[in-house]
């Protein structure tokens, strides 16, 4: 199957920084990238969804300011977790679907976050 | 609203001792069912595409079924590393929709 690569797996940050994570897609092209958040036993939620070139749409409840989301290319989307406070400290994985429309989406490895 | 229920949300089973994971879907028009097997700290790992009623597909110890109402994943004689969560998800019928996901069923099996 397809490739999704993610960076970096693991970071701790400090409260009140920022953090950024990659999502590349290795061996297509992918048109849309989807962000979601995982908390211990629970389903993935989704947070944003990201078309190359154009703003990316947030799901009800997620602020846009405090996640900033950019598809510049083809192959690269980034989350940047702006401020970062305990709270935000989660699994965050993020999946790309090719340009061909087909269904599948593949996922990254998955970031964990731990803000202290 | 589109939602997707898994059971049961834990399943142990010995090695050998066959069983069956459902997840029960209500969508608007489904697109297609997803089956993702997902390891601690890690991103799902794709297993199955399922697009209509009464399609079947099989990868080693694992079958898929589809209903108009749900899913199955039959694991027959499984081993301990067929443990880990199964995640089930669904796309409504609207291209380039994202993925909504079940809880998922965490299966443990021991020798």
């Known amino acids: 199957g397809a490739v999704v690569s993610q960076h970096p797996s693991r970071v701790i940050c400090k409260s009140g920084t920022s953090v950024k994570i990659e999502c590349r897609s290795l061996?297509?092209?992918?048109?849309?990238m989807f962000w979601y958040r995982q908390f211990p036993k629970q389903s993935l939620m989704l947070m944003a969804t990201s078309n190359e070139g154009s703003k990316a749409t947030y799901e009800q409840g997620v602020e846009k300011d405090k996640f900033l989301i950019n598809h510049a290319s083809l192959t690269l989307s980034t989350l940047t977790v702006t401020s970062a406070h305990p709270e935000d400290s989660s699994f965050y994985i993020c999946?790309?679907?090719?340009?061909?429309?087909?269904?599948?989406?593949?996922f990254g490895q998955g970031t964990r976050l731990t803000v202290v | 609203e589109d939602q997707v229920t898994q059971s049961p949300e834990a399943l142990r089973l010995q090695e050998g001792e066959s069983s069956s994971l459902n997840c029960s879907y209500t969508v608007s028009g489904l697109r297609g069912l997803f089956w993702y097997r997902q390891d601690p700290g890690k991103g799902p790992e794709f297993l199955f595409t399922l697009y209509s009623a009464g399609e079947e597909k099989e990868k080693e110890r694992l079958k898929a079924t589809l209903t108009k109402k749900e899913s199955f994943l039959h694991i027959t004689a499984p081993k301990p590393e067929d443990s880990a969560t199964y995640l089930c998800?669904?796309?409504?019928?609207?291209?380039?929709?994202?993925?909504?996901f079940g809880k998922g069923t965490t299966l443990s099996v021991s020798s």
């Open positions: 061996d297509f092209q992918a048109t849309t």
């Open positions: 999946s790309a679907r090719d340009h061909t429309g087909t269904t599948e989406a593949f």
């Open positions: 998800a669904v796309q409504a019928n609207q291209a380039g929709t994202a993925l909504i």
